[in-house]
């Protein structure tokens, strides 16, 4: 967690959990207290912070952890004064966003509640500031149970905007500040312009003044910065060589974000909205702006298909590409399908070296985004409640009956890979049919009861919403679990995994590897010393994608590899 303020940094100690302020050139002072070995170490965790200059202080989000529960509040930490904080809303199960108004007298922020996740039910609230700096006269603004809330915002002007789905697409609202604070849209129209909140401080849009703002919104399938006249609502979408932003900011007349494209690797961008000038302030790979790199990158191509139910789902397919050879004419290529995780995501457009690793190499690439993903509105997204290894594996599946049948790929070559949800829709395709000869699970979930047992409380009744309240359905969580289908499961498959990963221990990988090894399929299974969950360490990735690609060119594609 961190923000900047007049010169300023604060942030959130990944070692310690405590909250620092920092100058430029000078040592970090910890606002915070130390963690206590006597209160169990690592008491008090601090994120999504603002700063309340008039009062000199720090508001955001505190989770204490006490032996016997976590609570999440909404505090105030002094920058003369430090301590843990002095809390300012609690009883929520969850907080997020806070903002502050620009005179300094209201502050807005988000809530939620169990079984709820950010992106199915969030309340929006609204309190004025005290003088004694307490909040007072709390009310709701907007949200439900089934009324997902995104990025409260403030304009120059003093008027209070959000970001709610309750149209069925998570479009821009304001709150008008007479009239009894009565909500309207913006611009609506059937696109995106929040997302699910994994994080805290995502960013979408951003005031350039009173009367116009810049937002990105996600539309059949595509990511577009625009411009809005807040006073018509007209919104004009800038031509830009990017294809994804993120973490929309204001500088002035200009705007800075992350931005990339399937061509372009993430990066920090400042774009001009009068004129579209761009300007790459920093690239997470600097190497590929070189031209004949660029040269070896597959472009990728929206794909709809037909599911179940007389359905439509979507898919990102990359071709092989390598300007050094050409496939045979009559051959198809062997095809990787990719399961994103979440399972409340979406595939990326984003430059992404994993993907063109298997293309550069003539190996096609679909990248799932299954009922449940984001970015085709709220009905989207609900297609996976109550159905998580159900209808994600039946799009997957069916994404690559359709790859196959429009002449995309090699049905006898093709197999599936995905990371932690994504892994355990891997391993559930996997025991359903033919269609998958083999498959790689990157620490992906096998027994979905042990899951709801044992993980953090963010995601702590996200099942509940995927698959249904446990221990009351319990035979329902293992007739999903692949562990217990594990006899169906016929073909090669290699194991991922972190040997630290408390979101997925490793017993959740090496119950599965046990059963399929008792059944003399072939496996592979690496098991990494100092990784967690989702992989940090780049000779770790490396050697995965390595390991993948050989595992399948010996039992699947029956390939010969050159090392």
Not at 149 to 170: A, E, K, M, N
Not at 323 to 349: F, Q, R, W
Not at 465 to 476: F, K, T, V
Not at 526 to 553: N, V
């Amino acid at each position: 967690a961190m923000n900047v303020h007049r010169g300023f940094v604060y942030f959130t100690n990944f070692a310690d959990q405590r909250l620092y302020q920092q100058a430029g050139g000078m040592e970090p002072m910890p606002l915070t207290p130390p963690p206590d070995p006597q209160q169990g170490g690592l008491r008090w965790r601090y994120a999504d912070g603002i700063l309340d200059e008039p009062r000199r202080r720090w508001v955001g989000v505190r989770e204490e952890h006490t032996e016997s529960r976590v609570d999440n509040t909404l505090v105030a930490v002094e920058l003369a004064k430090p301590g843990p904080g002095t809390v300012l809303a609690q009883g929520a199960d969850f907080y997020a966003s806070p903002a502050l108004s620009p005179d300094g007298k209201r502050l807005a922020w988000l809530s939620w509640n169990h079984p709820n996740m950010p992106w199915v039910g969030t309340e929006l609230w609204l309190a004025d500031i005290a003088s004694d700096g307490s909040l007072a006269a709390s009310r709701r603004i907007a949200g439900s149970d089934n009324e997902s809330i995104f990025q409260p915002q403030w304009s120059p002007d003093g008027v209070l905007y959000f970001v709610s789905d309750r149209s069925g697409w998570w479009n821009l609202y304001r709150c008008e500040p007479k009239g009894g604070g009565a909500v309207h849209a913006l611009c609506p129209r059937e696109a995106e312009f929040g997302r699910a909140q994994w994080n805290f401080a995502q960013s979408t849009y951003a005031f350039l003044s009173a009367e116009q703002l810049v937002c990105a919104y996600t539309e059949d399938g595509r990511d577009r910065l625009a411009r809005v006249d807040i006073r018509t609502g007209r919104l004009t979408p800038l031509d830009l060589p990017y294809t994804d932003f993120g973490q929309i900011r204001a500088v002035g007349d200009k705007i800075v974000c992350r931005a990339g494209s399937p061509a372009d690797p993430p990066a920090i961008v400042l774009i001009d909205p009068a004129n579209g000038a761009c300007e790459v302030l920093r690239s997470s790979a600097p190497a590929l702006a070189d031209g004949a790199l660029r040269a070896y990158v597959s472009a990728p191509q929206h794909l709809a298909f037909p599911t179940e139910r007389e359905l439509a789902a979507h898919a990102k397919f990359y071709p092989p590409h390598n300007p050094n050879y050409a496939a045979p004419a009559s051959e198809k290529p062997p095809l990787v399908v990719k399961c994103h995780g979440g399972p409340t995501s979406s595939a990326s457009s984003v430059l992404d070296l994993r993907i063109q690793y298997w293309t550069s190499r003539g190996i096609a690439v679909l990248d799932v985004d299954y009922g449940g993903s984001t970015g085709y509105g709220r009905a989207y997204r609900e297609r996976l409640k109550g159905a998580w290894g159900a209808v994600d594996v039946e799009d997957c599946l069916n994404a690559a009956r359709h790859a196959i049948a429009q002449g995309l790929a090699d049905g006898e070559r093709t197999v599936i890979t995905g990371g932690s949800a994504g892994g355990y829709t891997v391993l559930a395709a996997l025991t359903r049919g033919e269609v998958f000869k083999g498959g790689a699970s990157y620490y992906g979930v096998s027994d979905v009861a042990a899951l709801a047992r044992d993980t953090h409380k963010f995601e702590s009744r996200y099942l509940d919403w995927l698959i249904g309240p446990y221990p009351e359905q319990e035979a329902l969580y293992r007739e999903r679990s692949p562990l217990t289908h594990a006899d169906a499961l016929r073909c090669p498959v290699i194991f991922f995994q972190g040997a630290d990963d408390r979101v997925v221990p490793p017993n959740q990988t090496e119950m599965m590897v046990e059963a399929l090894r008792g059944r003399g399929i072939p496996v592979g299974y690496l098991l990494f010393a100092g990784e967690q969950h989702g992989f940090r360490r780049a000779e770790t990735i490396k050697r995965a994608l390595d390991a993948e690609l050989y595992f399948y060119a010996a039992l699947v594609f029956r390939t010969r590899l050159g090392f």
